[in-house]
Each structure stands twice: as structure tokens, then as C-alpha cells.
């Protein structure tokens, strides 16, 4: 019996836009919001009716800001996917959401239509990293959306929090993993800023406003961040993501597995049945039904791509499902890298499964290159 599927819904709306984003959101726009949610929910319907009411087991309302939409627009589209779907009875269903933007309505919406986990855009408990964030909230919105979401019944939350700042060092770091400790959160994802070309941050950074950690120190704050939240409680399982025990997100462990996932609303993208689709970028072209970009993806890509994921994990890539699905072992198909790799100490083979060491983790990109196809 095939796996049930993951769900991803994208909300590309937000209030502002943040100094370092390119993902695909905008600021402002709320007249579109209500054609939006129908036009996620016609989506979801159709592409449910077309695949037969399959099983799905995690639901992902990403963004984007999907906080930003009003309870009953979240409500249709969490409802659309049940009646599209056959969700499984212990399904994760996970909000992300922003801090100052999070109502006693929203999240009784989401509560009352299955909802159980939410993911928290906190960033940095540092009003100065927050500004030149150009986040749009304080801390003090991370501390009342927590305490909203605990009242209204979430006993998952995460928060998502960044290191590798300028000017942030390990000192400004520890402070902010102390104060969302605080918070007792269930799962954290630390992700290292990365400067993406465009963005006002990256602008800032080379016309010499700003200075960029050497690779040296970011590297010690990874790893300093790594031993800190692993001796609160919070066990690496990910690159970037931590979780207490039973707190791993789901959603995001099928997309490192390879695990088909769909994905509805702008931007939206999905992988299935051996097949890449992409919604339109964006929001006027989703809304006027442009179609979406489709491509199977070779046998060669997809055997990449696993690997690509699954060294992610902590625990690794699972050597026996790769060749399940490959029709090869790893060997046969990445006889030199998997040997190189294996030999300079960068991965290792443990309980069948191949992944990173600690040195690994450090050059992973250039680990990687040698498995390219
Ligand atoms: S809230 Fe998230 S998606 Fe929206 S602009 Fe900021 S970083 Fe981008």
C-alpha cells in the first residue's frame, strides 16, 4: 500500500516584507485574500478528485504569513482538505504563523478543525537583530503568541530562530536560545542566515554595512548551538532542527525521506507518483488558473536528490529504501563518491544507514558536489 501522502498549502501574503526574504510572499494585498483561500480550495478539491481521495498524514499551512488570513477563510481550507483527503486520524496538521499577527479566533479556527502543531516565526529574541531582520514584531509578540497558543490548546509548538547574524556572535545567539527555552517550546529549527541576492540585507552587507560572520565563527556557533539545546533536552535530528522527544515534525521528515508530498495554493510545489508540479509563482497568475509546471524527474535526479535529503538527517540516508526505490544500491549507483566521501572521514555507515559525521555536516555542499549527476 503506497504511503500516505503530505499536504502543503502556500499563503503568500505578509504584512511586510523582511530584509532578507526571497521566498515567494508580498506585502499588502488583502483584498486577495478571499479569492485566494477559494482558489486553494477549488485547487485542493480538484487534484483530490482526480487521485481518487487518497491517504494523507501531515498537513502544512506554510507561508508566507497563512496568520494573516482570517479564521474562516483557514477553517474552508482546512475543511476542503478533509473532504479531499482521507486524513489519517493521528494526522500532523501544522500552522506556521508570525508573531503579532496570531487572533483568539484564528487559532480556535484552527484548533476546531484538527489542527495540532504550530510553527512560530520568532527569528531572534534581539530587538536590534529583529530590525535589521526587518521583522515586523518584537519579542514580546513571540512571548504573547506563545501564551495565546498554549491557552488555545497547541501542546506542539516550534519556534523557528536564526543564527550566523551580523554581529550576532555566540554570545547574542546563546541569549536568544535561553529566552525561547524560556518559552518551553516542544521543537526549535535554527537556521543559518543565508544572504540571498536581492534582498536589501544583502545589499547592506556589500556596500559594507553590515559584516557577515567568517565561515570559522559561524561554524563554532552551529556547534556551540548544537551542544546547547542538545543538553536542554532538545535532540538534532536535522541540520537545523531540534525536537524534545515524540516532537519531530513529520511533514518535514517525509520531504528528507522522499516521500511524495502535494503542494496547492501560488508557488506551491509538489512530488508524485515519479512527477515535480509548480504552481505558478505568482498570485495573479494562480488566480487567473495559469497551469502548473510538471516534469518527471529521471531516475538519475531522483537518486540525487535522496541523497541530497537524506544526508540532511542526522541518522542519515536509509541505504535499504534507497535501493528499494532506485532498483540499485547506493554503491552501484555512486560507486566513487560513496567511497571518497567514505575514505576522507565525510560520511560514514552505520545500522544501514549512510550519513554525515560532524566534519561531514561542516563541508556538506562540497560532499555533495562528488554525488551530482
Ligand atoms: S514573514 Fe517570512 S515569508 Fe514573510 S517576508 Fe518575512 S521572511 Fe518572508
Known amino acids: 500500500m503506497a504511503k500516505p501522502l503530505g499536504l502543503y498549502v502556500h499563503f503568500p501574503f505578509c504584512r511586510s516584507k523582511c530584509a532578507y526574504c526571497d521566498f515567494p510572499s508580498s506585502p499588502g494585498q488583502e483584498a486577495l485574500r478571499a479569492p485566494y483561500a477559494r482558489a486553494v480550495c477549488a485547487e485542493i478539491r480538484a487534484r483530490g478528485a482526480e487521485l481518487g481521495r487518497p491517504a494523507a498524514d501531515t498537513v502544512f499551512l506554510g507561508g508566507g504569513t497563512p496568520s494573516l488570513m482570517e479564521p474562516g477563510q483557514i477553517s474552508e481550507v482546512l475543511r476542503a482538505l478533509r473532504e479531499a483527503f482521507s486524513l489519517a486520524p493521528d494526522a500532523e496538521i501544522t500552522c506556521e504563523a508570525n508573531p503579532g499577527t496570531l487572533t483568539p479566533a484564528f487559532l480556535a479556527a484552527l484548533r476546531e478543525n484538527g489542527a495540532n502543531r504550530l510553527s512560530l516565526g520568532a527569528q531572534s529574541a534581539k ?8 521583522r515586523a514584531h518584537r519579542w514580546a509578540d513571540v512571548e504573547a503568541s506563545v501564551r495565546l497558543a498554549r491557552q ?18 555566540w554570545a547574542g545567539l546563546k541569549e536568544t536560545l535561553e529566552r525561547a527555552l524560556g518559552l518551553r517550546p516542544d521543537h526549535l529549527s535554527c537556521y543559518s542566515l543565508i544572504l540571498e541576492e536581492g534582498t536589501p540585507l544583502s545589499r547592506e552587507v556589500q556596500r559594507g554595512g553590515l559584516e557577515m560572520p567568517g565561515e570559522e565563527e559561524e ?26 522527544p515524540g516532537f519531530r515534525c513529520r511533514h518535514n521528515l517525509n520531504c528528507w525521506n522522499y516521500e511524495e508530498y502535494l503542494g496547492f495554493g501560488a508557488s506551491a510545489a509538489g512530488f508524485s507518483r515519479g512527477r515535480r508540479r509548480r504552481n505558478p509563482p505568482g498570485i495573479a497568475d494562480y488566480l487567473s488558473g495559469a497551469a502548473p509546471e510538471e516534469e518527471a ?4 535526479d531522483a537518486a540525487f536528490e535522496r541523497v541530497m535529503l537524506g544526508l540532511r538527517l542526522k541518522d542519515g540516508l536509509d541505504l535499504a529504501a534507497f535501493g528499494r526505490a532506485q532498483g540499485a544500491g547506493i554503491r552501484a549507483v555512486f560507486p566513487e563518491a ?8 565525510l560520511l560514514e555507515e552505520k545500522e544501514g544507514r549512510l550519513r554525515l559525521t560532524a566534519r561531514g555536516f561542516d563541508v556538506m555542499d562540497r560532499a555533495l558536489l562528488d554525488f551530482l549527476p
Not at 530587538?127 to 526587518?134: N, P
Not at 516550534?158 to 554581529?167: A, E, H
Not at 524527474?297 to 538519475?300: A, C, Y
Not at 560513496?338 to 572521514?345: E, K
Open 152 to 169: 488555545a490548546g497547541f501542546a506542539n509548538l516550534n519556534l523557528d530562530l536564526m543564527s550566523g547574524l551580523p554581529g550576532q556572535g
Open 127 to 134: 530587538e536590534g537583530e529583529l530590525r535589521l531582520l526587518g
Open 338 to 345: 560513496v567511497a571518497d566521501n567514505l575514505a576522507r572521514g
Open 219 to 244: 561554524r563554532e556557533m552551529y556547534w556551540n548551538a548544537v551542544r546547547f539545546l542538545e543538553a536542554a533536552g532538545f535532540a538534532q535530528y536535522e541540520i537545523s532542527n531540534f525536537a524534545r
Open 297 to 300: 524527474v529521471s531516475r538519475q
